[in-house]
């Protein structure tokens, strides 16, 4: 299965909402999951599910879609929500990650 | 707290073989279903492999398939991966990390801080 991500990089302001689309080769149901990078570290999961909160992640990240389809939006963007984000499918193995999408300061 | 440690990385010739493990604590490590995910040198990120909570499933990404394998030792709470064969395609960062809830497979809720491969000659 391969997992696209639009755009590959985005400029945006603080408190600005911007929307991360995902997409599958084929249908992964709802078994997709966003994580965030932030340089030099390990990622950290946000949704998965499609539209399930991880623990202690903020609600302004919101998740939707099924099938082929995702979002991830963040409401009003935080100066630490400046990352690169991934989405990932475990619909099936080998769980493909998208190429991310990276989320700078404008 | 859940807590994953790699070690193992190193630079290593092409052609080459190393062992990479990494030891969790803070869960019941026996419970959950591990992975390997690499990233290379300011790339995205790459899963690799997974095995499932007793072992005995093992999943890999076609590029490492017969090359590098996958195990675990319940008994010491350690997940491995044995790479052999190595290609400069290999240099990566390696990360352990933990399958988000038990007995299952699915999404991934911690990681480790990541070792280092580098392949060079």
């Known amino acids: 299965i391969q997992m696209t991500q639009s755009p590959s990089s985005l400029s945006a302001s603080v408190g600005d909402r911007i929307t991360i689309t995902c997409r599958a080769s084929?249908?992964?149901?709802?078994?997709l999951n966003w994580y965030q990078q932030t340089p030099g570290k390990a990622p950290k999961l946000l949704m998965y599910?499609?539209?399930s909160l991880q623990s202690g992640v903020s609600s302004r990240f919101s998740g939707s879609g099924s099938g082929t389809e995702f979002t991830l939006t963040i409401s009003s963007l935080q100066p630490e929500d400046f990352a690169t984000y991934y989405c990932?499918?475990?619909?099936?193995?080998?769980?493909?990650f998208g190429q991310g999408t990276k989320v700078a300061i404008k | 707290e859940v807590q994953l440690l790699e070690s193992g990385g190193a630079v290593v010739q092409p052609g080459g073989s190393l062992r990479l493990s990494c030891a969790g604590s803070g869960f019941t490590f026996r419970d959950y279903t591990m992975h390997w995910i690499r990233q290379a040198p300011g790339k995205g990120l790459e899963w690799v492999s997974l095995i499932s909570w007793d072992g005995s499933d093992t999943y890999y990404v076609d590029s490492v398939k017969g090359r590098f394998t996958v195990s675990r030792d319940n008994n010491k709470d350690s997940l491995f991966l044995q790479m052999a064969t190595v290609g400069f395609e290999d240099t990566a960062v390696y990360y352990c990390a933990k399958g988000r809830i038990g007995y299952s497979y699915g999404s991934i809720d911690s990681w480790g801080q990541g070792t280092l491969v580098t392949v060079s000659s």
């Open positions: 084929q249908s992964v149901t709802t078994h």
């Open positions: 990932q499918e475990t619909y099936s193995a080998p769980y493909t």
């Open positions: 599910g499609a539209s």
